[in-house]
């Protein structure tokens, strides 16, 4: 299949860098390559991307783009996002399709997590 005009990179900012890889290593197993202290990027994920040094964030409640990661067991990967540092800004709920969970990552930006019905 072509790749080409598809999706195929996101950024975000990150206020705090190092908390924020930390936080995808211990949730997820992300692995990372530093360019330098104010950029860090990820690949393998589903689309790849990067963290770039910001103070702004990247919420749905701004008009940002919400990123939605997939499970197999939502209430397993909750309790995993819960554990390393991460606020759950929207449990677990119901909608037509399926179920997710919306949190906010240390560096202070929303991410969500479903599992299709």
């Not at 995808?24 to 994920?45: I, K, L, M, R």
């Not at 990247?58 to 997939?70: C, F, H, P």
């Amino acid at each position: 299949m072509s790749q080409n005009e598809k999706l195929n990179y996101v950024e975000f900012p990150a206020k705090d860098i190092p908390a924020t890889k930390q936080f995808f290593v211990q949730a997820f197993g992300w692995s990372f390559e530093d360019f330098g202290p104010e950029y860090t990027s990820f690949s393998d994920q589903g689309i790849d991307g990067g963290f770039y040094k910001s103070d702004l964030t990247s919420t749905s409640d701004k008009g940002s783009a919400l990123l939605v990661l997939l499970s197999k067991n939502l209430e397993f990967t909750q309790s995993k996002v819960a554990s390393a540092g991460a606020k759950i800004s929207k449990p677990i709920f119901a909608f037509p399709g399926g179920r997710r969970f919306h949190f906010i990552e240390p560096s202070g930006n929303e991410l969500a997590v479903w599992q299709i019905s």
